[in-house]
Nanobody, 119 residues
Framework: QVQLVESGGGLVQAGGSLRLSCAASGQTFSRYDMGWFRQAPGKEREVVAAIRWNGIITYYADSVKGRFTISRDNAKKTVYLQMNNLKPEDTAVYYC????????????WGQGTQVTVSS
């Protein structure tokens, strides 16, 4: 198993930046694909970005392409989400999640961190 703890959320003005971090503990971090998800009030959870166990970036939501960057440091057991040019519609609770690289479902989730973008 792996335990995940997000940090780095907060309140920022539109056009600003935040960097989210997700620290993992437990089993070998490098065997897991990682994803960032978000859920806004009244909306379903959506995937924002995903990165494979070996660092190959697999996905960005269209709404964040060119503004967000996912990265990972396997030595530090941490995955990051750099968010630039933030917009009010990026306001949500952001979650990181992990899945074994041979599985399709994300089995492990963090507690989430709130990101609020003011206009």
């Amino acid at each position: 198993q792996v335990q995940l703890v997000e940090s780095g959320g907060g309140l920022v003005q539109a056009g600003g930046s935040l960097r989210l971090s997700c620290a993992a503990s437990g089993q070998t971090f490098s065997r897991y694909d990682m994803g960032w998800f978000r859920q806004a009030p009244g909306k379903e959870r959506e995937v924002v970005a995903a990165i494979r166990w070996n660092g190959i970036i697999t996905y960005y939501a269209d709404s964040v392409k060119g503004r967000f960057t996912i990265s990972r440091d396997n030595a530090k057991k941490t995955v990051y989400l750099q968010m630039n040019n933030l917009k009010p519609e990026d306001t949500a609770v952001y979650y990181c999640a992990a899945r074994d690289r041979f599985r399709s479902d994300y089995d492990y989730w963090g507690q989430g961190t709130q990101v609020t973008v003011s206009s």
